[in-house]
Nanobody
Framework: QMQLVESGGGLVQAGDSLRLSCAAS????????IGWFRQAPGKEREFVGV????????YNVDSVKGRFTISRDNAKNTVYLQMNSLNAEDTAVYYC?????????????????WGQGTQVTVSS
């Protein structure tokens, strides 16, 4: 069983940056692929990006357009989502999710564990 806790969200202005954290429980964190998703009001949950257990990354290019970067620190059981040049369309609840030894899954069903989400609001 793995528990995930997101943090770092908040209210920022357009053009600002934020770094979200996804802290995980468990001793086998390095064996998990971690994905980031977001859900805006009235919209379906959307894939943002993923970092595999090997450290490879994949992003939703259309949504993040090179502005977001995912990294991980296995010693701290934490994955980060660095978000730059934020705009109003980035306003959403951001979730991290985990899958054991998984590849670059981009669908909700690819993941077994989810955090509770953290709100990011970008004012224009």
């Amino acid at each position: 069983q793995m528990q995930l806790v997101e943090s770092g969200g908040g209210l920022v202005q357009a053009g600002d940056s934020l770094r979200l954290s996804c802290a995980a429980s468990g001793r086998t964190f390095s064996m998990y692929t971690i994905g980031w998703f977001r859900q805006a009001p009235g919209k379906e949950r959307e894939f943002v990006g993923v970092i595999t257990w090997k450290g490879g990354t994949l992003y939703n290019v259309d949504s993040v357009k090179g502005r977001f970067t995912i990294s991980r620190d296995n010693a701290k059981n934490t994955v980060y989502l660095q978000m730059n040049s934020l705009n109003a369309e980035d306003t959403a609840v951001y979730y991290c999710a985990a899958r054991f030894y998984g590849g670059v899954g981009s669908a909700n069903v690819d993941y077994d564990y989810w955090g509770q989400g953290t709100q990011v609001t970008v004012s224009s």
